[in-house]
């Protein structure tokens, strides 16, 4: 498949929505009064993802690369995420497509969608027997690199378990197909959210901590960028923070003080379950500068699963030698 079509397009729109980042830029002293300041990092060349605990700041980390897909179990229903963090897509496949081989162009062809960044959509939840292309997305060392393609076809879903089997997508042949069948059984843990899979290994990874021991994402993600009514969303890859931990609501705020929303009450309607609230934008790239500027004025009330309330802010991206990827924030527990 030639999915580097798209690269020049992600690139052009580089500078005006990201950049390339070369130095720190300073940042102003604050009173932390309480709270306390974290760091975590996904590294300068955005290659880790972390799932953070607001309570005791431990952070469980793992690279783009360990995973592929997400199910998660939510009674009889299961729900399937990309590695959004890769640029992964998918493409709904007929039932008498799952043995057919593709060539690169047929594949360009197929109806590619990536997940939304705000939450899970009906397209994807997992009927039996439905057969999926997946683009496996940007190679997390070397991104203008594909990791290919692979077609999974689900061959049974049951609320404690589904059952998988992945092969090729673009074959000579559909003999070729048919020889190269892996079949991967994943069950549901009721300890944690989501089941991980790499179909770069072929296995079920460990991932994630258990429900309850984290509440935010710092990660990359495919975010979807509006250009108007009239014009489809741009794909691009940003950095950001993603909380879609189960239970966890967030409310941005742009007005009034730490201080103020540290005693006020915090509007019911106003906490969102969407996963991009925090998201990406709390940065914004200067041409001028040359380097991300942070906006700290804005503040971030987190309610947890279990009632808890955290206010956030975020301080910088960037680490002491000016490499970004770090992502420094102060919290408070009301």
Not at 217 to 246: K, N, R
Request: proline letters at 4%.
């Amino acid at each position: 498949m030639n999915q580097k079509r798209t690269l020049p397009a992600l690139l052009a729109i580089c500078i005006s929505l990201a950049g390339c980042i070369e130095k720190e830029l300073p940042i102003p002293p604050r009173e932390p009064g309480n709270t306390v300041i974290r760091e975590v990092s996904i590294g300068s060349d955005y290659s880790g993802q972390v799932h953070f605990d607001l309570d005791l700041g431990q952070a469980y980390a793992n690279t783009k690369d360990a995973w592929c897909l997400r199910f998660h179990f939510d009674g009889d229903s299961v729900w399937m995420d990309l590695n959004s963090s890769r640029y992964m897509r998918s493409a709904q496949l007929l039932s008498s497509q799952s043995e057919t081989a593709f060539s690169e162009d047929e594949a360009d062809d197929l109806n590619w969608e990536v997940n939304h960044p705000d939450g899970r959509t009906p397209n994807q939840l997992i009927e039996g027997a439905e057969v999926k292309a997946i683009d496996l997305g940007r190679d997390p060392y070397s991104p203008s690199e594909s990791l290919g393609s692979r077609r999974v076809q689900i061959l049974e879903k049951s609320e404690e378990h589904i059952t998988l089997r992945t092969s090729i997508l673009l074959a000579d042949s559909d003999a070729d197909i048919e020889n190269n069948w892996d079949t991967i059984t994943l069950s549901n843990n009721l300890s944690i959210s989501n089941v991980h899979v790499s179909l770069l290994n072929e296995q079920v990874v460990d991932i994630e901590p258990n429900t309850g021991l984290w509440d935010l994402y710092f990660t990359q993600y495919t975010a979807l960028i509006s250009q108007g009514d009239d014009l489809p969303a741009i794909e691009y890859l940003v950095s950001g923070v993603l909380s879609h931990a189960e239970g966890v609501r967030v409310m941005q705020v742009d007005s009034d003080s730490w201080e103020f929303w540290k005693e006020a009450e915090w509007p019911e309607d106003d906490l969102s379950a969407d996963w991009d609230v925090i998201g990406y934008d709390w940065k914004s790239y200067s041409l001028e500068e040359g380097a991300y500027n942070i906006n700290q004025d804005l503040i971030y009330c987190i309610q947890t699963a279990d009632g808890r309330e955290f206010l956030l802010r975020l301080l910088d991206f960037y680490d002491d030698q000016g490499s970004a990827g770090l992502f420094t924030f102060e919290t408070l527990e009301r």
